[in-house]
């Protein structure tokens, strides 16, 4: 499990430090502060900088192109010149001669070493089937791979576990059944299936959080990665999703980081966080631009997010 971030010239982070993280981590910010970057920096170190990862990342921003060398250049902060990007303990590096050795780097614009153990980016491999360290669940709008995820789960014990969850935002579902074409639910007192679009938004959400949480304890990394975890979600049901976020977190060792625009998202998470049972498991930060336009992170303990929220100070 991560207890601390480090991060150099990714995006629009120059260099940012993050320490005393939590099992589940919940970051909130302004607009353009930087939020959903540092989940794609998770992401892709995640995946030990996979390429498949790393263009998927950048064709959800509209960025790829493909066999276009020049696409990675938006991963870099513009003050990197040729400086590494650093995630933690993964480096990529921008040019590098053929006869140089530089370990646990990833190499580019070159895009083939022969005979070299390095990886090198590769604008050619396709986006489309990201081979995942961890699970990470975007924004709304974006694809979601929840049919392949299902598949795994399907008939055993995972599959009750994830019909729980659901089933706390709303009682009347007795099964689920996810499709190429869509996700069915069969509810008390229908004698069909109807489609889990028309229970609303939340309901959706509240599945791939909860199957999100079952499948990621299968991944490399053991961590899963909500962007707006708040999509959807009636603030009544969002105290449930954190206690089942928390729990099984624990139960299952996963890590979980989060992003919100939501103050009721981080009231309800500073109430769950706060709990005995969950003592010391949560983490709460904020980014924001420090004097000289650089992002930070600040981190609240519990204590603190908690007397912010009763004298309604700003943490968004």
Known sequence: MLTSIQIRNFRLFNILNIGGLGRVNLIAGMNNSGKTALLEA???????????VINATLKERGEFTPSWIESYESL?????????LVINNLHIKRHVGSNKEIDNYFVFPTL??????????NPNDSPDFPREGCI??????????LEQLWKKISLTPDEDKVIEVVKQAESRIMDIDV????????????STPVSM???????MQTLKIAIGLVSARNTAKRLLLIDEIESGLHHSVQTLV????????????VQVFATTHSRDAVRTFAEVA????NKEQGCYFRLERDDNGRIKAVVYDMQQLATSMEYDLETR
């Open 42 to 52: 998770l992401r892709i170190w995640a995946a030990d900088g996979d390429n498949t």
């Open 76 to 84: 870099f902060h513009p003050n990197a010149k040729n400086n590494a």
């Open 197 to 203: 679009g028309r229970l609303g938004d939340g309901i």
């Open 274 to 277: 706060g709990r005995p049972e």
């Open 112 to 121: 083939k070493v022969e005979n070299s153990p390095k990886k090198v980016l």
């Open 242 to 253: 954190w206690e089942k976020i928390f729990h099984y977190a624990a139960e299952w060792d």
């Open 136 to 145: 990470f669940i975007p924004f709304a709008l974006l694809p979601f791979p």
């Open 179 to 190: 499709r190429f074409d869509g996700v069915r639910v069969r509810l008390t007192g229908y």
